[in-house]
């Protein structure tokens, strides 16, 4: 069975500080992954996609970057922390050659202040 | 309706009522995915509608679509209280790899 592990669960920074969220996927060869940002309250906004080792896709600027070191590791990662960075960062898989299944991890709960 | 609104609508009804949650999406698809996230967890899928089906049923859940109105809807019969979450409706652009999420609904049920 496939597992999905994010880390840490909840993190506490300070503005300028930066940050680094990881994701692993078990159990699954050459996954899509994704990384997905919500403000509490809020719609999940889709931040990267990644289809390939070492090939990451922006959807939107948040400045943010991330980062696919091996296949079944996804990093989001920022040098210097903002307060609208606050909220809640998701990392999902899929299968194969589509989107239509994503398998969402339990995410990490990110204060900045 | 889920689209197109910037707050996330919330409904509240009594255990053992049935409940319909509608969405409408910009752009044009051909697959609806609903899924559901309870409070403090990941987002779970619950059903996935494609253009020809017009209606698909899972259990106590029936999603519809209506490609023509480009709007979607999902109803949970016979709800319980650990339905309570936010559902969402997702589409993504034909061959896009984004998958966008509408603004959500808050269900609450009562026991």
């Known amino acids: ?113 | 309706s889920q689209w197109g609104e910037e707050n996330l609508q919330a409904l509240s009804i009594q255990e053992g009522e049935d409940v319909t949650m509608n969405c409408s999406y910009k752009t044009y698809t051909t697959v609806v995915q609903w899924y559901r996230q309870k409070s403090g967890k990941g987002p779970a899928q619950l059903i996935l509608i494609r253009s020809n089906e017009r209606e698909k049923r899972s259990g106590r859940l029936r999603a519809t679509l209506d490609t023509s109105s480009q709007s979607s809807s999902l109803s949970i019969t016979g709800t319980l209280a650990t339905d309570t979450a936010v559902y969402f409706c997702a589409t993504d652009s034909s061959g896009s790899w984004q998958l966008i999420f509408g603004s959500g609904t808050q269900l609450t049920v009562m026991p």
């Open chain 1, 1 to 113: 069975a496939q597992t999905i592990h994010q880390w840490p669960v909840a993190e506490i920074k300070a503005v300028g500080s930066p940050l680094s969220l990881g994701c692993t996927i078990k159990g699954k060869s050459s996954p899509n992954l994704y990384w997905y940002w919500q403000a509490t309250g809020g719609t999940l906004q889709q931040l990267f996609y990644s289809i390939t080792v070492g090939q990451v896709e922006s959807v939107v600027q948040l400045n943010l970057s991330a980062s696919r070191p091996k296949d079944d590791q996804f990093i989001l990662s920022t040098e210097k922390l903002l307060l609208s960075h606050s909220g809640f960062y998701l990392c999902a898989w899929s299968p194969g050659v589509s989107n239509e299944r994503l398998f969402f991890g339990h995410g990490t709960k990110l204060s900045v202040l």
